[in-house]
């Protein structure tokens, strides 16, 4: 990786940094799409759990799993194509969200850049948090969502459309949850002050509200509530302790520079 003498990345630098990170990323969900390929059924039974129990199906021989079908000579190959895909994704988030920061990390200061080991502790217990909320939501989504449901009518839901639906909820979840650990990053590098954080509070509301409920699958409150509220605590958080930061590092700049000019020293004849 060559920079130039003030210490910036040319263009093609920038473009063949990027490259060789996602390159690693995308090496990474292969390989984690791969253990979901052979995980496949343990990874269908627990997330059908919410809609069928489909390893009581198996064992009473039952030829049919609740509302859940596949549909199609490939649809059984695309099913699971689909859900190694999804799950190599949320399986290797802690290595693409490194990558991520490992893009950005050049532009920063040797100083800054130990962040990266802090940032790497908080991101994927923070991903792994939000995914599991995500699952743990699942039923209550569901079951909203049936709800609406006339009485008279059935409601088939195709398989591969079921776990494609509660994978991306998932990933929605965990990847919503890394916001307040970008945020804290970015104060401590030095790029966001803890005031810019929390000044535009009513933009910040409405931003998370607006994108809680266009995002998530779901268009029921509960739902959007669920992910909505703790963004919103995390958010707070996260700016108050970017304003404790900045007063650290305001007074211990005052300190330094104090040290510097001594008021009693004469001055030079």
Known sequence: MSETKNGKMPLIDHLNEFRRRLLKAVISVFLAATAGWFLYDKIITQLAKPVCDLATARAVGSDACGSLYINGVLG?????????????????????????????APALHRKEKRYTILFLLAATPFFAFGATVGYLI??????????FTPEALTNLVKFDDYLDFV????????LAF???????????IGFLRGSSILKPWRVWLFAITFAAAALTPTSDPITMGILAVPLIILYFLAGFISLLLDRRRDKRKRNNDSAYFDPSASPID
């Open 138 to 147: 699942l039923p209550v989504a569901i079951k909203v969502l049936f709800g």
């Open 178 to 188: 890394e916001l307040p650990v970008f945020l804290l990053t970015f104060n401590l």
């Open 167 to 174: 994978l991306r909820m998932i990933l929605l979840f965990g």
């Open 76 to 104: 059984p190959l695309n099913l699971q194509i689909k859900v190694a895909i999804l799950s190599g994704i949320i399986l290797a988030a802690p290595i693409w969200l490194y990558q991520l920061w490992a893009f950005i």
